[in-house]
């Protein structure tokens, strides 16, 4: 008899969930708020099941509860459900304010780092328009100009230079639950790991968000 493969992809798991239990889980659509203390009924549903970890059970739980989507579903008087689809208990107005809080607090994070990326390259663009301007109607305004921007250029180096250089992680040294740096676009952003799959790792933004990047990307 040959034995089944463990399910490790979180996404994978999440899909498994839905597919055995349609009452409850959902990958497209309306979400249902789960019933607290879920895990422990989906554990023993499971117990025989080889292919799902407790472990990665647990993780893949903690993804579908902090997501945005499901986030907005927790409403006061709306029904919890348990593994059946049955309603179980309506969501009080405390644990309707805490989804309420984290979320926004998870979509400003996300949203103001956008509009600073957005302004400063709005502010790059008005200064550089305006020393174009200064240097058309006076070479020598144009060579203050240039003298600044070596000055300042130099004082960036320095500055770079001061910082710490990134580490590198090694695979034998993570683990979910990490607290790391990852490399997105020209800035390092610090984050905590929630699956490792061979080189592809997830892990979890400040902000909230949840994304898919490579162990090469992984910094401490």
Known sequence: METEIKRTSTKDIIAYLAEKFPECFSIKGPVKPLKIGIFQDLAAKLNDDETVSKTRLRQALRHYTSSWRYLKTIKLGTSRVDVDGNDVAEIDAEQAAYASKTLK?????????????????????????????????????????????????????????????????????????????????????????????????????DSGMIIKTQLKNIYI
Do not use: C, W
């Not at 600044?148 to 590198?168: D, E, G």
């Not at 990852?182 to 979890?204: H, R």
């Open 105 to 205: 607090e998870s979509q400003e994070k996300f949203g103001n780092k956008k509009a600073t990326d957005s302004e400063g390259k709005k502010s790059y663009k008005g200064k550089q328009g305006s020393t174009d301007a200064a240097s058309a109607k006076s070479a020598d305004k144009k060579s203050d100009a240039a003298k600044f921007k070596s000055v300042k250029s130099a004082s960036k180096t320095a500055v770079k230079k001061a910082v710490a250089p990134l580490k590198p992680v090694e695979s034998a040294t993570i683990k979910v639950g990490s607290s790391i740096r990852v490399q997105l676009g020209n800035s390092p952003m610090k984050a905590t790991i929630t699956e490792i799959s061979g080189k592809d790792v997830s892990v979890q933004l």
